[in-house]
């Protein structure tokens, strides 16, 4: 079993940045493959950036690229989420998730694919 627990939203101004982070509890998390999703309200939940449990490898969707970087640190069970240059766009609930996976290198993007979700973390970005 993997816990996870997001924090680190909140109010910013469109330009300005958060970091997010996500804590975990459970033996096995630094076997699992992390994500981050967010859901905007009235929308599905959206795939963000992923990373595997090695760090290798990190995955971002197109309209995060060069923006967000997502990170870990497997000693602290806790994978970040740095986000810049931040858009009102950008306002949604920010969920993290774990995937226990066999590679060190794979790098889930759907939401059918992780196994443990946190609660999530409101992110507003005001214009």
């Known amino acids: 079993q993997v816990q996870l627990v997001e924090s680190g939203g909140g109010l910013v101004q469109a330009g300005g940045s958060l970091r997010l982070s996500c804590a975990a509890s459970?033996?096995?998390?630094?076997?699992?493959?992390v994500g981050w999703f967010r859901q905007a309200p009235g929308k599905e939940r959206v795939f963000v950036a992923a990373i595997s449990w090695s760090g290798g490898n990190k995955y971002y969707a197109d309209s995060v690229k060069g923006r967000f970087t997502i990170s870990r640190d497997n000693a602290k069970n806790t994978v970040y989420l740095q986000m810049n240059s931040l858009k009102p766009e950008d306002t949604a609930v920010y969920f993290c998730?774990?995937?226990?996976?066999?590679?060190?290198?794979?790098?889930?993007?759907?939401?059918?694919?992780?196994?443990?979700w946190g609660q999530g973390t409101q992110v507003t970005v005001s214009s």
């Open positions: 998730a774990a995937d226990l996976v066999n590679s060190p290198l794979m790098v889930p993007t759907t939401t059918n694919s992780y196994d443990y």
């Open positions: 459970g033996r096995t998390f630094s076997s699992c493959a």
